[in-house]
């Protein structure tokens, strides 16, 4: 088990926790607070660095992101459907208003579905 260093705020005053990274969704650069966002099914957390480098960092360790948009990386092998409409990703089957998304960049959709579908032919698109 891989664990990233955290806080549960953007300006760290909550303390420093450790996350598997083995629950994290999808990655996101906040630029509001300057930091990463990280997400898992429940929380979102902070850390300091760019989004390119915690997504190569979390490849180079065993992990499966792809950076899908200028400000979005996600965790390829927890995505279950994906809207080829709204060019949107999720990752439960039971969609409701509450479930984790991530926005694709339109002209990274059909590499980023070819890419899941590769190790995942179950994969929903609709």
């Given at each position: 088990?891989?664990?990233?260093?955290?806080t549960?705020?953007?300006?760290?005053?909550?303390?420093?926790?450790?996350?598997?990274?083995?629950?994290?969704?999808?990655?996101?650069?906040?630029?509001?607070?300057?930091?990463?966002?990280?997400?898992?099914a429940d929380d979102?957390?902070?850390m300091v660095?760019?989004?390119?480098?915690?997504?190569?960092?979390?490849?180079?360790?065993?992990y499966?992101?792809?950076?899908?948009?200028?400000?979005?990386?996600?965790?390829?092998?927890?995505v279950?459907?994906?809207?080829?409409?709204?060019?949107?990703?999720?990752?439960?089957?039971?969609?409701?208003?509450?479930?984790?998304?991530?926005?694709?960049?339109?002209?990274r959709?059909?590499?980023?579905a070819?890419?899941?579908?590769?190790?995942?032919?179950?994969?929903?698109?609709?």
């Amino acid at each position: 088990m891989i664990l990233l260093t955290v806080t549960r705020d953007p300006e760290g005053t909550s303390g420093i926790l450790n996350i598997d990274a083995g629950l994290v969704l999808m990655l996101n650069f906040a630029l509001s607070s300057d930091k990463v966002a990280v997400h898992t099914a429940d929380d979102v957390y902070f850390m300091v660095g760019t989004l390119k480098y915690w997504n190569k960092v979390l490849n180079c360790s065993g992990y499966r992101f792809g950076i899908v948009d200028r400000s979005n990386s996600m965790n390829l092998e927890k995505v279950t459907v994906l809207d080829k409409t709204l060019k949107i990703a999720y990752f439960d089957h039971d969609i409701s208003n509450k479930s984790k998304r991530c926005m694709i960049a339109s002209y990274r959709f059909k590499e980023v579905a070819d890419q899941i579908l590769s190790f995942n032919p179950t994969l929903v698109i609709t």
